[in-house]
């Protein structure tokens, strides 16, 4: 059990736009902890995609944005590509735990 | 360019104990934190430990119990993780990974470790 929470999958055709969300509690994210995203393509390592909740590292398309709202954040991608599908998971602080460092449990994107 | 590179994965038997490397180039490494994150097979990531830049701080998952022991030569470019009393659901493939400003910017290719009798 995370202690963020990230939908298993969603899906979208491309072109489309998709959204995966990232619900914590006040301890993380409602705590004002920056949220971080990683895209992680199969067999590979996990990719840093956002940044301090809405930044792009250098060469991430502007098709990927992320935003922070209360004790939620949510990733979104538009104009689909086949290349998006992969797994991707959202990383925070929580102030409960020893070390601290707290991973969802990832969201698998499949485009149809 | 920034390379992070793992080694000293295996197949270890429960109980046994293992050290994994992370040999950093292409940046100063004694000015970043530095991490280990684990991904068992077919799940998730899952934070392991952390090290400051000086080896000041120190911080593991709770789950460890106080089984891992992460260390560093900010001479040699190095980060480690000794690992003992290794489990079963320790079987994982380990990342080191750059710390910056929170996030992990860098990732290295990852190591796999097996504990099975």
């Known amino acids: 059990q995370s202690v963020l929470t990230q939908p298993p999958s969603v899906s979208g055709a491309p072109g489309q736009r998709v959204t995966i969300s990232c619900t914590g509690s006040s301890s993380n994210i409602g705590a004002g902890y920056d949220v971080h995203w990683y895209q992680q393509l199969p067999g590979t390592a996990p990719k840093l995609l956002i940044y301090?909740?809405?930044n792009r590292p250098s060469g991430v398309p502007d098709r990927f944005s992320g935003s922070k709202s209360g004790t939620s954040a949510s990733l979104a991608i538009t104009g689909l590509q086949a290349e998006d599908e992969a797994h991707y998971y959202c990383?925070?602080?929580?102030?409960?735990?020893?070390?601290?460092?707290?991973f969802g449990g990832g969201t698998k994107l499949t485009v149809l | 360019e920034v390379q992070l590179v793992e080694s000293g994965g295996g197949l270890v038997k429960p109980g046994g104990s293992l050290r994994l490397s992370c040999a950093a180039s292409?940046?100063?490494?004694?000015?970043?934190?530095m991490n280990w994150v684990r991904q068992a097979p077919g799940k998730g990531l899952e934070w392991v430990s952390s090290?400051?830049?000086?080896?000041?701080?120190?911080y593991y998952a709770d789950s460890l119990k106080g089984r891992f022991t992460i260390s560093r030569d900010n001479a040699k470019n190095s980060l480690y993780l000794q690992m003992n009393s290794l489990r079963a659901e320790d079987t994982a493939v380990y990342y080191c990974?750059?710390?910056?400003?929170?996030?992990?910017?860098?990732w290295g290719q990852g190591t796999l470790v097996t504990v099975s009798s």
């Open positions: 301090g909740n809405t």
């Open positions: 292409g940046f100063t490494f004694s000015s970043y934190n």
């Open positions: 090290i400051s830049s000086t080896s000041s701080y120190i």
């Open positions: 990383q925070s602080y929580d102030s409960s735990l020893s070390g601290s460092v707290v």
């Open positions: 990974a750059r710390e910056s400003g929170g996030d992990y910017d860098y």
